[in-house]
């Protein structure tokens, strides 16, 4: 596709955003723009997309326009239009290269910058052009997915009559009326926060075999390509000022970085909502969802959002890998770096009290059972630093075409632990021997946010899995 033109000059995109609005203007958050007409609309995850599709000289034709809605911003425009790069075009579309973005300011005094790039979308080459205006302290971005060479005059016009208004706009989230439960207690940060839009609050290990890359408004995180063609990435976003609650948070930012809602049922299956507290003492929520597709599709991708909230301001974490059934980096199948990433992450302007280990004991409490068709493992844990423990597996041997010996070996066992941060310290009575596992108690929904239940999730450093539990009723 490298013998493509330039679809639309930059600088026209541009200036125009300051011309004249016709009689049938429609307005969106704070956009206004006269839609191409007999074009098709839908309103999805907070986004409007216009599109159109057609035939043309024995070939099929495409033209989407996606608006997206403005959020709060103190970052430069071009510090805006890459983290709109790279989270709504770089990561969805495996896009290593930079474009070569142009600025320009209107008169209105919004400064817009557009870059473009072509790419293979579902099979069909496409020119994905990114618009991101910032101006009044908002930055908003509309994009641009077209078949090669077509759609000039739609275009054209749809960006004449395209305007951004300097009040009104802002994001939402169906969890607004319904935050997810409590159960934990919110932790003082003991140290200055970090300045607005700054990736220095971030510390964290980097994962064995992957590379890390630092911009100004971003630090990335790219593993090693694997032999199924996957390449995972994490990327680290600046902080922001906190404002709404944080699954609202969550759960807009998703929205807007992958074009889709997180809560949906179809075609994916419900996302997996996290929410909880770490020992480090911020606040989390995370989004787990496929995208793209269905379950078991090539084209659909893991996506995943975490926020933290430390201190006054929200830390935004992007992960993308293939489809979690097939990925060899966040996979259900196969190995999941993310557990690791979770529990190394600090953050400098929050900082763990030594009161808290009362609280974690407290949350602690009570019964854990994990069930698979073969394992089974439960423990009991009391406030007072006491556990006791039961585990069964059971094998299977076939004897003949009739027969199969069915062999269970379970064991049993109790003893003290300790709390060291993120860390539980198990030492057993009967031989002393002590086990150090990295834990975290939080809340989780796989129905969208409708129901929660508490969940135990334990890593043992010397294996490759995190093992969760659920618990169980008094």
């Not at 004449?160 to 409590?182: A, D, E, N």
């Amino acid at each position: 596709m490298t013998g493509m033109k330039m679809l639309v000059r930059s600088a026209s995109i541009v200036v125009i955003l300051a011309g004249a609005v016709a009689a049938q203007t429609e307005t969106f958050d704070i956009a206004t723009f006269v839609a191409p007409r007999g074009w098709s609309r839908a309103e999805s995850g907070g986004v409007l997309t216009l599109m159109d599709r057609r035939a043309r000289l024995g070939r099929v034709e495409f033209c989407q326009i996606h608006l997206t809605p403005s959020r709060p911003s103190q970052a430069s425009p071009m510090e805006n239009f890459q983290i709109d790069w790279q989270n709504r075009i770089a990561a969805p579309f495996m896009i290593t290269g930079r474009p070569a973005p142009k600025a320009e300011t209107t008169p209105e005094g919004w400064t817009a910058v557009t870059g473009y790039t072509d790419v293979a979308g579902q099979g069909s080459p496409m020119r994905v052009i990114l618009l991101t205006a910032t101006g009044f302290g908002k930055a908003v971005s509309v994009i641009v997915m077209v078949s090669p060479n077509s759609f000039h005059e739609e275009l054209q016009a749809f960006f004449q009559r395209l305007r951004f208004q300097t009040t009104g706009g802002g994001l939402g989230g169906p969890l607004s009326q319904s935050p997810p439960p409590g159960g934990f207690t919110q932790r003082e940060s003991a140290n200055a926060p970090a300045a607005s839009g700054s990736l220095a609050a971030y510390d964290y290990a980097v994962p064995n075999g992957w590379a890390r890359q630092q911009a100004a408004d971003r630090i990335v995180l790219t593993s090693q390509p694997y032999p199924n063609g996957e390449q995972c990435q994490v990327t680290m976003l600046p902080l922001r000022p906190a404002g709404q609650q944080i699954a609202d948070y969550a759960v807009g930012t998703f929205r807007q970085l992958f074009q889709a809602d997180p809560l949906s049922t179809y075609p994916s299956p419900p996302p997996r909502l996290e929410h909880g507290i770490a020992s480090g003492g911020w606040e989390y929520f995370r989004i787990r969802k496929l995208v793209g597709g269905q379950e078991g599709e090539a084209r659909t991708r893991g996506a995943m959002v975490l926020v933290a909230k430390s201190g006054d301001q929200y830390a935004t974490i992007v992960a993308t890998s293939k489809d979690f059934l097939v990925s060899k980096c966040f996979g259900e199948m196969a190995y999941d770096t993310w557990p690791r990433i979770f529990y190394s992450l600090q953050f400098k302007n929050a900082q763990l009290q030594e009161q808290d280990e009362a609280a974690m004991r407290q949350h602690l409490a009570g019964t854990w059972m994990m069930a698979t068709g073969s394992v089974g493992l439960h423990y009991t844990f009391l406030p007072n630093g006491r556990f006791d423990s039961t585990g069964a597996t059971q094998y299977r041997t076939l004897l003949n075409n009739s027969e199969m010996l069915t062999t269970t070996t379970a064991y049993f066992g109790e003893g003290s632990y300790a709390i060291h941060g993120n860390q539980m310290a198990l030492t057993r009575d009967s031989d002393h021997r002590q086990t150090t596992l990295y834990f975290r108690v939080q809340q989780e929904s796989r129905d969208s946010g409708r129901t929660w239940y508490d969940e135990l999730c334990t890593l043992d450093p010397s294996m490759t899995g995190e093992v969760c539990y659920r618990k169980q009723p008094n």
